[in-house]
């Protein structure tokens, strides 16, 4: 996401103008959901994805022949029957509809507001997509602390009730599509070493925002962890020094020695972390659990760790366990597990 927003500033900072295509509603079999997005510019060089196929090069020309034409909003719904499946060249079913924007130098204080708040780790954030082409205001962003921004509408009575933790089109007129763009609650990534260094991109790349924690003035560098919103150069013994843990936060514990991996451990779980996650063999956690255990936590507090962390794939390389473990925090996030 904040690729995408990184491109769209720059081609409207150069003057150029760009569509943002968004998926508003889907159905079926799908090969995206709503909220899937993706960037057409003037050069007809697009970033993003809404699914591929035929679909996806469709609404290429669509967006393309909207900077051409001077217009400034279109919708269009893929009705997906069997025959129309066929017909161009999708392997997937279902219906999808997508909002297409256009975005000029105007749209900058938008995209400015969206990467901010992509950057931040303590407020909700959402954004509001017309679904109409002759609403009178366009894109907007919506927060508790200044509720809408950038954009005239909709009425605050209709958007309230659509703050969810999922995206929500309002189908009525007028018509228009709410997402979560980001939530609060970040990944305390505990430990910058060789696998910490390949889960955070890989986290940030599927929408994790992650808080880089390090004792070591050589790990915790920002050149290091270009996609983490946050580096710490901290103290293990003393992780709230520098954090607080919330219920919507996630814990992944890394460090190069395991007793500071139990030290930091032994304070996470005070908290009420969603997610808590340490990195070790099986030998390692069972030796973690006795000393946990000495120190008055009882088993079911214990259970709450995923450890060894990751997804059982068989992995051995720093790549292959960073994507091991961000699959078994994608499968939390959705409630799979």
């Not at 409207?12 to 995206?32: H, N, Q």
């Not at 460090?255 to 099986?282: K, M, N, W």
């Not at 659990?289 to 009882?298: C, I, N, P, V």
Request: hydrophobic share 40%.
């Amino acid at each position: 996401m904040k690729e995408l927003f990184d491109a769209l500033r720059a081609a409207l900072d150069r003057g150029e103008k760009a569509v943002l295509c968004t998926i508003v509603a889907s159905s079926g079999s799908a090969p995206r959901g709503a909220g899937a997005k993706m960037a057409v510019f003037a050069d007809g060089s697009a970033l993003g994805t809404i699914g591929g196929g035929a679909v996806e090069h469709k609404s290429l020309e669509y967006a393309l022949d909207l900077l051409r034409s001077g217009g400034s909003a279109r919708v269009h719904a893929f009705r997906l029957t069997p025959n129309e499946v066929q017909d161009i060249g999708m392997i997937c079913g279902g219906n999808v509809t997508v909002a297409f924007q256009v975005l000029d130098r105007t749209a900058l204080p938008l995209v400015e507001g969206v990467l901010d708040a992509l950057s931040q780790v303590g407020e909700d954030v959402w954004l509001v997509t017309p679904v109409e082409t002759d609403l009178p205001w366009g894109l907007g962003l919506w927060d508790r602390t200044h509720g809408l921004r950038f954009s005239a509408g909709p009425d605050p009575e209709l958007l309230r009730p659509m703050l969810l933790r999922r995206g929500v089109l309002r189908k009525e007129s007028p018509s228009f599509y709410v997402e979560p763009l980001v939530q609060a609650g970040v990944v305390y990534l505990f430990g910058g070493g060789h696998v910490g260094r390949e889960l955070c991109p890989v986290l940030s790349h599927v929408g994790f925002r992650v808080v880089l924690f390090d004792d070591r003035p050589q790990a915790a560098l920002p050149e290091r962890f270009p996609q983490a919103v946050r580096i710490i150069l901290g103290d293990y013994k003393d992780i709230f020094r520098h954090v607080a843990i919330t219920e919507r936060d996630y814990v992944v514990i890394m460090t190069p020695g395991h007793q500071s991996d139990f030290e930091i451990l032994s304070q996470v779980l005070t908290t009420p972390a969603t997610y808590v996650g340490c990195i070790g063999s099986r030998h390692k956690v069972a030796a973690t659990r006795q000393k946990l255990a000495e120190l008055g936590f009882t088993p079911s507090d214990m259970d709450r760790v995923h450890s060894p962390i990751g997804l059982p794939i068989g992995g051995e390389t720093p790549e292959e366990i960073a994507i091991s473990i961000a699959a078994e925090m994608i499968a939390h996030r959705s409630g799979l597990g």
